[in-house]
């Protein structure tokens, strides 16, 4: 068996708040993150390949480790949403693209 090397993503927080947007009304659960934090996890993770495996670790302090699985679910969704987004952005400027090709090929 391999042994893979993984790559850790380390963020430290005294609040919760400090991950999430003060400006979304959403459940706890729902929230978006941050745009710092956002962009900070996607930096760390722009710097290594497509392939190699990530991990992402977030330190707090004692008194909120009782909400540790609710923040794990709220980065999974924020991430899987962002995806989602991203994927039907592409879809349809696909759709448009093709669109246009095929109104340049019927001009020529």
Do not use: W
């Not at 609040?15 to 729902?30: A, G, K, V």
Request: glycine share 4%; charged share 25%.
């Amino acid at each position: 068996m391999a042994y893979v090397q993984m790559t850790v993503i380390d963020i430290r927080i005294q609040r919760i708040m400090q991950l999430y947007d003060s400006l979304d009304p959403s459940p706890f659960h729902e929230k978006t993150l941050s745009r710092a934090v956002e962009n900070y996890i996607v930096d760390c993770a722009g710097e290594y390949g497509p392939d190699e495996p990530l991990r992402l670790v977030v330190h707090v302090p004692a008194p909120i480790r009782e909400y540790e699985v609710e923040i794990a679910r709220a980065i999974h969704a924020h991430f899987q949403a962002q995806h989602a987004q991203c994927r039907r952005r592409y879809r349809r400027r696909m759709r448009q693209g093709m669109r246009f090709l095929f109104i340049g090929l019927a001009v020529l």
